[in-house]
């Protein structure tokens, strides 16, 4: 991906790891658009990095979503980056009754979403000269955290879109990208001085260099070990990970 000179959307760009690479991004000389429910963390964000733009984006409505997408490609004819980062995480219990709620907000935010606003914009990238589509997903999209079912669910959902998408676009202008993170230091499941979590600060730096490299996946040093996919010994290898992860040791179980 070209880390300069262009129109970058990124949904959820008001707080996290959206803000952390919209202000980064917007550093390297993009113009970078965020979007996102909670006005206030827009305005903020805006606030701080003066000519940054942000539009109100419900990722679960497809009604906003064709509204807003119109309203992009009008006013920001030259938008020719679009990640998909908004998301939401909570934890619920695969072992019992999952509340519907959770289900349906949650999949409709990570999973839907991302495939409904990348369809609202796709013909436009493919008119652009050169254009990227970026999906965030997770490591929990290899390595499901068994409190977090669902929304490691959606993660696994996501990346598999994106091999599809990856491969009908080849032969078009617009490249598809994912980033995988490690467990960051954001407020998902009030992680934000949890320790065993990457430094936000950090995960923005090392991504943002391995945007520059990358041509299909876009991983951190931490999230390696967890997306190289164990294959047959997966099961044994989840077990080990949620033990470690529910006994308070570190995010990454023991390893060789």
Do not use: C
């Not at 984006?57 to 509204?67: M, Q, S």
């Amino acid at each position: 991906m070209k880390l300069t000179g262009s129109t970058i959307l990124i949904t959820g760009g008001g707080s996290g790891i959206g803000r952390g690479l919209a202000e980064a991004l917007h550093k390297l000389g993009n113009q970078v658009i965020i979007s996102g429910r909670r006005k206030g963390h827009l305005e903020d964000t805006v606030k701080a990095n003066p000519g940054m733009q942000a539009v109100e984006l419900d990722v679960t409505d497809p009604a906003n979503i064709d509204t807003v997408a119109k309203r992009l490609i009008a006013e920001f004819p030259k938008l020719n980056v679009l990640i998909n980062n908004a998301g939401i995480m909570q934890v619920d219990d695969a072992a019992g009754g999952v509340d519907e709620g959770l289900l349906v907000s949650t999949v409709t935010t990570n999973l839907l979403g991302p495939i409904r606003l990348t369809s609202a914009l796709i013909e436009h990238l493919k008119s652009q000269k050169a254009a990227t589509v970026i999906h965030m997903t997770s490591v929990l999209g290899f390595v499901p955290l068994a409190p977090t079912a669902v929304y490691s669910a959606t993660k696994a959902a996501l990346h598999s879109y994106t091999l599809s998408q990856r491969y009908k676009l080849k032969d078009t202008s617009v490249e598809v990208l994912e980033i995988a993170p490690p467990w960051v230091q954001t407020e998902l499941l009030n992680s934000s001085e949890e320790p065993r979590a990457m430094p936000l600060g950090d995960f923005i730096k090392e991504t943002i260099e391995a945007l520059g490299a990358a041509s299909e996946e876009v991983l951190v040093e931490r999230a390696k070990f967890l997306r190289g996919n164990p294959g047959p010994a997966e099961h044994a290898f989840v077990n080990q990970f949620n033990d470690a992860f529910l006994e308070g040791r570190s995010r990454q179980p023991p390893h060789s």
